[in-house]
């Protein structure tokens, strides 16, 4: 159809104007975050939930999908969890396999994962699905429900819109165009994949953030 033709090459152009963003900014963005859960009490408590519902479930191996430096995959290969991590920036994972050599950095991309049907306990989107242009979101959602086992969990977080009136919003993000989701929609859209909510965190933004968005963790399990 015309109009999927045109959904494609938006949502491709997208990627790779933001895969080459990233590239550009990655040393400078890994000097900014690779210390950034050491101030987050509230998202290491979140990776510790995901963490323990993997585990209850069984364990195996854990995606950390838009993993940039690394940081966030080692802190969960800290928590017992057998993680990986992938990104589209093939800088980034640079920087992630030559700080953490010992644990696995894939260069990929979150609609199309090199991973096989069932093979995770869990997977982990943190702040990597607000470069996906809003028609492909339901792509990149089928794909990490693909991966997951039966019983596996699935721990996304993104930025918030100002309501839900508005099931989407675009803001200038410092590196590339991106997108903020009502929580209730996303969490629509999850169900619709066959994802049920299990737990959300809602954090209010903080006076000396740049953007005051309210940040979002959705805590999901695969039926």
């Given at each position: 159809?015309?109009?999927?033709?045109?959904?494609?090459?938006?949502?491709?152009?997208?990627?790779?104007?933001?895969?080459?963003?990233?590239d550009d900014a990655a040393v400078q963005?890994?000097?900014?975050?690779?210390?950034?859960?050491?101030?987050?009490?509230?998202?290491?408590?979140?990776?510790?939930?995901?963490?323990?519902?993997?585990?209850?479930?069984?364990?195996?191996?854990?995606?950390?999908?838009?993993?940039?430096p690394g940081h966030v995959t080692a802190?969960?290969?800290?928590?017992?969890?057998?993680?990986?991590?992938?990104?589209?920036?093939?800088?980034?994972?640079?920087?992630?396999?030559?700080?953490?050599?010992?644990?696995?950095?894939?260069?990929?991309?979150?609609?199309?994962?090199?991973?096989?049907?069932?093979?995770?306990?869990?997977?982990?989107?943190?702040?990597?699905?607000?470069?996906?242009?809003?028609?492909?979101?339901?792509?990149?959602?089928?794909?990490?429900?693909?991966?997951?086992?039966?019983?596996?969990?699935?721990?996304?977080?993104?930025?918030?819109?100002?309501?839900?009136?508005?099931?989407?919003?675009?803001?200038?993000?410092?590196?590339?165009?991106?997108?903020?989701?009502?929580?209730?929609?996303?969490?629509?859209?999850?169900?619709?994949?066959?994802?049920?909510?299990?737990?959300?965190?809602?954090?209010?933004?903080?006076?000396?953030?740049?953007?005051?968005?309210?940040?979002?963790?959705?805590?999901?399990?695969?039926?």
């Open positions: 159809m015309p109009g999927d033709t045109v959904a494609g090459m938006v949502e491709h152009d997208a990627l790779r104007t933001t895969r080459d963003a990233y963005y890994a000097q900014l975050f690779t210390d950034s859960l050491r101030d987050s009490p509230l998202d290491r408590a979140m990776l510790g939930a995901f963490a323990e519902h993997v585990g209850a479930a069984g364990g195996g191996r854990v995606a950390d999908l838009g993993c940039g802190h969960l290969a800290g928590l017992g969890l057998e993680a990986f991590g992938v990104d589209a920036s093939p800088a980034m994972i640079e920087l992630a396999r030559k700080a953490w050599p010992e644990l696995r950095f894939d260069v990929g991309v979150m609609a199309a994962l090199d991973i096989a049907d069932g093979a995770l306990g869990g997977v982990l989107s943190r702040w990597s699905v607000i470069h996906t242009p809003p028609p492909g979101l339901p792509a990149v959602l089928g794909e990490f429900q693909r991966v997951l086992a039966p019983g596996g969990h699935l721990l996304i977080g993104f930025s918030a819109t100002d309501g839900p009136d508005h099931p989407t919003q675009s803001f200038d993000h410092a590196v590339a165009l991106a997108h903020r989701w009502s929580p209730d929609h996303l969490a629509g859209l999850l169900r619709a994949h066959g994802l049920s909510e299990v737990a959300r965190m809602v954090r209010e933004p903080r006076p000396e953030d740049r953007r005051q968005f309210q940040e979002v963790h959705l805590l999901a399990r695969k039926d």
